[in-house]
């Protein structure tokens, strides 16, 4: 039986490889990917806000979201198809390789929503006890022989935590279980949508903690790193900080400093789960051909 | 660090799994042993002190009560005398070395023989709870091991300890940002330069209870040039198990906070007990897949070929090999140092322990 942990560790190195490698490129993607969208909120609300009518305000607002929607799934699904291109055959990717994938920028924003609803169901049991949990403890402040003060407030505090933990429980699996199906689309743009998200389900089957175990390590590396430098850049902040200029500069170091690790290891995140994918993709693959097989002839 | 290293934890540590499972009730045996053994010589001994110091305990206690009742101020003379009196008595300093010697020898020799038997699981054996018992007579070597090492890893603390201290000056001078800088300076010294230091001496207490007759000196030695390359490994080694710890001592404590509350009860001794059990329980649980990560750790890195390692510990100085030997102390050390009579090899096939 293949040792799944071991698999992990080598996913992680090889992440951090070429995380070293592609970095300023990769950072180049992201920036783009973010620049352009907070550049149409940031117009698309000006636009409405120079507008006096409330209607066309609320119309105008439902539709930058969707445009909102569909750019970001497009460039999020290059982003995606660039990294697996890195990671796959290590060819030279450039940046504008963000772009490549906006002609299935419908399709990708049908995955999200369908994968976001499907996701939203499986939270359904937990929303349900915490609406419950509202309804009893309204419904017995009203009755006659009403509840107490502290039991009311006892199942106000325990019931909507036990309905959020429920959300949790069920929502995390579900949320790993579909987790593939975007690379799944940026791989192969002529795969459907429900069919990407069969895939995903297929290939994460018994791979759901693993994949969850992946980047736990880089989370807690990153953490640490993070509480680190604002501890060590707020005691620096202390001693020299004695003007409110040297303040503000300090303060954007500080601010450039954490966010530069945070997207640093969130693009050796990013790197692991491409490298998870093509690593289910292999598995599954000499399964395919082992069905096929017979039927060659 | 390299991959292999990692690749090696997380072998060792799946092993370290496997083995606390088939070995978990004679492991929980031996770790409550040991721990009923030194609770009970600390109660026994505690008695025994406020047995001794009666007369001083009982005046201090009555110059409290007098002045918690009076709470007038010039009736804490009193008490600061009553504690005075206390403290600089012959019998109170008799009793507190009294204490840190005998527990000291009974927490060393029963944690070598909680080592011995770990190895022994380790390498194939059965685990005998009583085996805690096996190396009492190494005690006192145990002992002047532990405080050895501990001085040690306090020497490396020494640099953050004068940052500290320079810190507290600065802060008393009323240099409030110079002050916490240099605080946080001396802290992360300390932890950057003790913990290498303790990991650096990590496997003396395991060289000891493999071989014994060896030096205390030596095997600190031997620990140091075995960890050498692998303190960063060590480290990360156990550290899924203690977050483990963290995650399940916060998750039982969150659980019980909602039953308690859900259910409308009090948080009283019943409900306290309970939640200690399940707590120890779950704390004894993953400790035990730490020490035996630490054991397979020890015996990997002891002996990366298998077919190197002797057959049997004993004959070790007998035997010709690579690893450096550890030079026997001089005869006059202590009483334990002479070779015993009985060998570990009689001891184990012997009904009765020789201890």
Not at chain 1, 188 to 216: C, D, N, Y
Not at chain 2, 25 to 44: H, R, S
Not at chain 2, 98 to 116: N, W
Not at chain 2, 159 to 185: D, E, K, N, Q, R
Request: hydrophobic share 50%; proline share 4%; charged share 15%.
């Amino acid at each position: 039986m293949k040792n799944l942990s071991v698999e992990n560790v080598y996913t992680r190195a090889k992440a951090k490889e070429l995380t070293k490698k592609y970095f300023w490129k990769l950072l180049g993607m992201m920036a783009i990917v973010f620049g352009i969208v907070y550049a149409i909120t940031l117009g698309g609300t000006a636009l409405l806000a120079a507008t006096g009518n409330e209607t066309i305000a609320v119309i105008g607002y439902l539709v930058l979201m969707a445009v909102m929607l569909l750019v970001a799934s497009g460039l999020g699904m290059g982003l995606i198809a660039a990294m697996i291109y890195i990671c796959r055959d290590g060819e030279q990717v450039k940046v504008s390789q963000v772009f490549s994938r906006m002609g299935q920028c419908l399709k990708a924003c049908g995955l999200s929503l369908w994968v976001g609803l499907k996701t939203f169901l499986w939270m359904l049991p937990g929303y349900l006890v915490v609406i419950v949990s509202a309804i009893v403890v309204v419904g017995s402040a009203y009755t006659t022989n009403g509840a107490t003060a502290e039991e009311t407030a006892a199942l106000m505090t325990v019931l909507p935590l036990i309905g959020m933990i429920l959300m949790f429980v069920l929502a995390i699996p579900a949320v790993y279980r579909y987790m593939l199906s975007t690379y799944i689309l940026a791989d192969k743009p002529e795969t459907g949508v429900f069919e990407s998200v069969r895939q995903s389900k297929a290939m994460m089957k018994g791979h759901k903690w693993q994949a969850f175990k992946l980047i736990l390590p880089i989370m807690l590396i990153m953490y640490v790193v993070m509480l680190v430098v604002m501890v060590a850049l707020g005691a620096v902040m202390g001693l020299l900080a004695n003007t409110a200029a040297a303040a503000t500069i300090l303060s954007i170091v500080l601010v450039v400093v954490l966010y530069a690790a945070m997207l640093y290891y969130m693009i050796r995140m990013y790197l692991c789960y491409t490298l998870f994918y093509l690593k289910r993709v292999e598995e599954q693959n000499p399964a395919q051909e082992a069905v096929e097989a017979p039927y060659a002839e | 660090m390299s991959i292999e290293r990692t690749v090696e934890n997380v072998y060792l540590r799946q092993d370290a799994v496997t083995l606390t499972r088939r070995h978990f009730w004679p492991l929980v045996g031996l770790t409550i042993l040991f721990n009923l053994v030194v609770n009970i010589a600390t109660q026994a001994l505690t008695s025994l002190c406020d047995d001794v110091m009666y007369t001083e305990i009982q005046a201090l206690t009555q110059a409290m009560n007098y002045y918690q009742n009076s709470k007038i101020l010039t009736s804490y003379e009193p008490v600061t005398a009553a504690a005075k009196n206390l403290l600089t008595s012959p019998k109170f300093l008799l009793c507190n070395l009294l204490y840190i010697v005998v527990t000291g020898l009974l927490y060393a020799g029963l944690t070598l023989g909680h080592c011995r038997e770990r190895l022994d699981a380790v390498r194939g054996s059965v685990v005998r709870p009583k085996g805690v018992f096996s190396l009492m007579r190494y005690a006192f070597k145990g002992w002047r091991l532990y405080l050895l090492s501990l001085l040690k890893v306090a020497l490396w603390a020494l640099p953050g300890l004068i940052v500290i201290f320079i810190a507290g000056v600065s802060l008393s001078a009323a240099f409030s940002a110079s002050g916490m800088a240099l605080l946080w300076l001396g802290l992360g010294l300390i932890f950057a330069l003790t913990i290498p230091a303790g990991l650096r001496y990590s496997l003396a207490a395991y060289v000891l209870c493999d071989e014994p007759d060896g030096g205390v000196i030596a095997s600190l030695r031997l620990s140091k040039s075995l960890m050498k390359g692998r303190i960063w490994q060590r480290f990360k080694l156990v550290l899924p198990f203690e977050l483990k710890v963290v995650g399940m001592i916060l998750l039982i404590s969150a659980l019980f906070e909602l039953t308690i509350t859900a259910l409308g009860l009090t948080y009283n001794n019943t409900v306290s007990n309970i939640e200690t059990i399940l707590l120890n329980a779950g704390i004894i649980y993953f400790t035990l897949q730490g020490q035996m990560t630490k054991a397979a750790f020890y015996e990997k890195v002891r002996w990366p070929n298998p077919e190197d390692k002797p057959a049997k510990p004993v004959s070790y100085w007998l035997q010709d090999h690579s690893t450096p030997a550890l030079p026997e102390e001089s005869p006059a050390d202590s009483p334990e140092d002479t070779v015993p009579e009985n060998t570990e090899e009689k001891e184990k096939t012997n009904e009765e322990p020789v201890c």
